[in-house]
């Protein structure tokens, strides 16, 4: 099993659905986070362009963002088309074998649980090993993961959301199922997108899947691979973190 298997389906919906949910409340921290460190700035898993292209308002001169999905990233060239803003790449690639020179960034970020995506640990091992070699000595990782993601209670088709969608404003309803594989370290999201009403409705199935990974064994992880985590926040104001907080952020800088 590939993790990154369901997010060219999710595609479509993503934005959509993150307009409604998560939002934009984390961008600000991403954005805090790289103001007046210089240097360039790379995300891992930038999908629709989300968090990179608010990152080059802040000033970054050169923000890159890498996603495997051609699908994400052609919402993310429109998005960025939009925005007019400068000093923007969104690129195709593989995050666990990233395509650049040592030291190729001051900053690399992770948002939205991406590292989670990666199912096997020699996934991780792989990509936190290439974050390394594109950071130089003292260069700064940020990474946040899904919080808890064992305590997830399991259920089968629940509406979750209900909304319009598309210049024509057509109906659109979100019926999700969470499946726990405890042996696994797995979590299951099986989502259905129903696209309309009645027997013309279209209906978008997939399913995206996440890694149980907790803060103490990210550090871990980080360690050996070359990194000292220097902060572990519970909110996106800065707030320190505890293993009830409902967001898992952690900072780390590559040792020289």
């Known amino acids: 099993m590939e993790g990154h298997h369901g997010w060219d389906d999710y595609a479509p919906f993503y934005d959509w659905e993150n307009a409604r949910t998560f939002g934009r409340r984390d961008v600000p921290f991403w954005q805090r986070l790289v103001t007046g460190r210089g240097g360039r700035v790379l995300e891992l898993g930038c999908g629709t362009g989300r968090v990179t292209i608010p990152l080059a308002k802040t000033g970054a001169a050169t923000v890159v963002g890498i996603d495997r999905s051609a699908a994400m990233l052609t919402r993310g060239q429109r998005r960025l088309r939009r ?3 400068g000093g923007v790449s969104l690129l195709r690639g593989d995050i666990r074998h990233l395509p650049f020179a040592a030291g190729t960034f001051q900053t690399v970020i992770a948002p939205y649980g991406i590292l989670q995506s990666l199912l096997r640990e020699r996934d991780l091992s792989a990509t936190l090993k290439a974050v390394a070699a594109a950071l130089p000595a003292g260069g700064v ?3 946040e ?3 808890d993601l064992p305590s997830w209670k399991e259920y089968r088709h629940r509406v979750t959301l209900k909304g319009r969608r598309g210049r024509d404003g057509r109906p659109i ?3 999700e199922s969470v499946r726990q594989d405890p042996e696994r370290g797995l979590t299951h999201f ?3 997108f129903v696209e309309g009403r ?3 409705a279209r209906r ?3 399913t995206l899947t996440f890694r149980t990974v907790s803060v103490p064994q990210m550090v871990r992880r980080l360690e050996k691979a070359g990194f000292e985590a220097t902060a572990v926040l519970g909110d996106y104001r800065g707030g320190p973190w505890d293993p009830r907080a409902e967001v898992w952020i952690v900072l780390a800088r590559k040792r020289a």
Do not use: K, W
Request: glycine share 10%; hydrophobic share 45%.
């Open 204 to 206: 978008h199935r997939f």
């Open 145 to 147: 993961l899904v919080a």
């Open 198 to 200: 009645g027997a013309s």
């Open 141 to 143: 990782f940020g990474l």
């Open 190 to 192: 099986d989502q259905e």
């Open 83 to 85: 925005s007019r803003v």
């Open 173 to 175: 309803t979100l019926r």
